[in-house]
């Protein structure tokens, strides 16, 4: 079974800049997709960034250049740090892990940005 734990969120201020934390457990394949989408009131669940196992990144248009993805695979471990966040970054943030057939995903974390 696999679990994604993630954390980091919070209330933050226009321009400020905020650090979301997965942690991923139990059965992971070496080669898999680890990603952040996130989820506003009243909105579809959208894909944020994405990283694979062997190093690609792909960003929503809308974060280019604001937000970075990495992770440590030794900790089975995903980041998004996110800088000059906008109002409208406020969602609750998830982890997504895909491997094999399957899609994991953690239990969300609130961003709030306040303008």
């Known amino acids: 079974q696999v679990q994604l734990v993630d954390s980091g969120g919070g209330l933050v201020q226009a321009g400020g800049s905020l650090r979301l934390s997965c942690v991923a457990s139990?059965?992971?394949?070496?080669?898999?997709?680890m990603a952040w989408y996130r989820q506003a009131p009243g909105e579809q669940r959208e894909l944020v960034a994405r990283t694979s196992s062997v190093g690609s990144t792909n960003y929503a248009d809308s974060v280019k250049g604001r937000f970075t993805i990495s992770r440590d695979n030794a900790k089975n471990t995903v980041y998004l740090q996110m800088n000059s966040l906008k109002p409208e970054d406020t969602a609750v943030y998830y982890c997504?892990?895909?491997?094999?057939?399957?899609?994991?995903w953690g239990q969300g974390t609130q961003v709030t940005v306040s303008s």
């Open positions: 997504n892990l895909g491997q094999g057939r399957r899609e994991y």
């Open positions: 139990g059965t992971i394949f070496s080669i898999n997709v």
